[in-house]
Each structure stands twice: as structure tokens, then as C-alpha cells.
């Protein structure tokens, strides 16, 4: 027998159908947070239109001879590394590197979740190293593929082996990340690894995002690593920005070009039935 309306209430339960009446403010309330949350994310993930972040980098490889330890298949102990240009820590925008090794290493397949993005060997031969950067889910980007061949043996034939000098092989490169999101520019804007745009005045960001504490960020700062004083110096930090700076002019310039395009187009019409009534 269905159950009277009364009789549902009376035992703590309550007819769906019965919808009258105003909904709880408990209720209101968190349909108003909900709303609120998702518009702040919808504003994060906004992108910033002709304009772009660079994030210069070095890949490479620092090859140490043995000496009298070294053997026929243990000549060389050697470290491959992906690095911030002036040995600044990655992890701000890498998420993840891959570097796919030789097959005939154990495990040839090196996933670093965390930086620095380094993985050190030793062997005796040369080879080519893939290496794969995989960034943050708000950069929004295809994962990066790099090249690198390990270099032993320094390019001077003639030149005899040296445990105490090894044989560094470098590539400078930069990410360019291109309208970028208004919430990754807010995470990147004071970090020193990256290169930022000047935006137009007036235009408004959300405030940085606070830096990780300063023992995070030393655990993967690379001017730490003990390597570092054989890492190349292919550009001081002014440099960088002067790059960064003429990139952009050439977007402004290219930009100015589009909208004189634009203006054409929507003029020429014009032009043409004002030839006409002068006849």
C-alpha cells in the first residue's frame, strides 16, 4: 500500500514529489561557492593574447675520464642533464623529464619527476640520448623533444685524456610558450628562471603566486650542483632579456602589420564606390 505523505514525514523521510517551499541557506550557500570557484578558474585558464614566456634552457652532458680505474667496457662516468640557462631550477615549468638511454643500459628509461632533471652513468661508448619535457597542466603545451649525443672524448684527437678536465657537450635552446595563460603567468612572473612580456598599461593579473619555501627550492636549484663549475656560460641574464625583448617587438610589429591588413580589406570597398560617384 503507497505511503501516505504524513506518514513519510513521520518517519523522517520525505516525498520527492513535495518541492514546495524555500530551499535551505545552508544549500544557497554552496551553489554561490561553487560559482565563485569556478569563475576564479575560468579566469586562471583566460589566455594572454599576442604575447608570450621564454624560458631559457641547456642540455648537455659532462663526460670525467677514470683514468687508471677505467676499463674496457668502464672508461667513463658521465652525467646528462637538462638545465635553466643561468643554472636556474626548472621545476617551474617541467613537470617531468624522460631520458631514454642506450638499451643495453638496466632500466634505459630514466623518469624524473622532480628536479634537477639529471641522470648519471658510466660506460664506455657514444651515443644518442632522447630526452622529453613534459610541463605543467596549466601551460597547456605537447611535451618537448630533445637530442643530445654523449660526448667521451674531447673533439682534439691529438689531445691526451684528462680525469681532472672532462669533456663537456652543451646545446643552448629556449621554450617559448606562446599566450600563455593568466594563471601560469601569475605562478612565473617573479621566477628568475623565466622570461616574461611586458604587458600593455593598464592590464591587471592575478597577484604572484608565493614562491615554494626556500629549502624546496634549494633541493632543486641547479647553482648547487656540484657539477656546475664545468656548466658553460652562453649568456649572462641581461643578454636573455635583450633576446626576450626583440622577440617581442617583432610579435609587436608583426601584429601592427595584421591590423594594417585588416584596415585595407575593410577600406578598399570604400575607396572604390567613391571612385565611382566621382564619375
Known amino acids: 500500500m503507497p505511503q501516505s505523505s504524513s506518514s ?7 516525498d520527492p514529489s513535495d518541492v514546495s517551499g524555500p530551499t535551505p541557506k545552508s544549500q544557497r550557500t554552496k551553489v554561490v561557492v561553487k560559482s565563485a570557484e569556478e569563475s576564479e578558474k575560468k579566469s ?3 589566455q594572454l593574447k599576442d604575447a608570450e614566456i621564454s624560458v631559457p634552457i641547456v642540455f648537455g652532458s659532462i663526460a670525467f675520464w677514470l683514468g687508471k680505474k677505467a676499463s674496457e667496457f668502464q672508461s667513463h662516468k658521465w652525467t646528462v642533464y637538462v638545465r635553466g640557462a643561468t643554472n636556474e631550477d626548472l621545476g617551474v615549468v617541467v613537470k617531468r ?14 623518469v624524473l619527476e622532480s628536479p634537477p632533471f639529471e641522470v648519471s652513468e658510466s660506460g664506455w661508448g657514444e651515443f644518442e640520448i632522447a630526452i622529453t619535457l613534459h610541463f605543467h597542466s596549466d ?3 605537447k611535451p618537448l623533444h630533445l637530442f643530445h649525443h654523449l660526448k ?3 673533439e682534439d684527437e691529438s689531445g691526451s685524456l684528462s680525469t681532472k678536465k672532462p669533456v663537456v657537450m652543451e646545446s643552448y635552446d629556449e621554450i617559448v610558450l606562446t599566450e600563455p595563460s593568466e594563471g601560469f603567468f601569475a605562478r612565473v612572473q617573479n621566477h628568475p628562471a623565466v622570461i616574461v612580456p611586458r604587458l600593455p598599461p593598464g592590464f591587471s593579473l592575478p597577484p604572484p603566486v608565493p614562491n615554494e619555501d626556500i629549502d624546496k627550492r634549494k633541493r632543486g636549484d641547479t647553482k648547487d650542483n656540484p657539477l656546475s ?12 632579456l635583450k633576446l626576450a625583448a626583440a622577440r617581442q617587438q617583432v610579435n609587436v610589429q608583426a601584429h601592427i602589420a595584421r591590423l594594417r591588413r585588416q584596415l585595407t580589406v575593410i577600406d578598399g570597398p570604400h575607396q572604390q564606390m567613391k571612385s565611382s560617384s566621382d564619375m
Open 8 to 14: 513519510a514525514k513521520k518517519h523522517g523521510t520525505e
Open 44 to 46: 586562471l585558464k583566460k
Open 97 to 110: 623529464a624522460v631520458f631514454q638511454l642506450h638499451a643495453s643500459f638496466n632500466n634505459p628509461t630514466r
Open 139 to 141: 601551460i597547456c603545451e
Open 152 to 154: 667521451l672524448y674531447p
Open 229 to 240: 663549475q664545468w656548466f658553460s656560460n652562453f649568456s649572462e641574464a641581461d643578454e636573455l
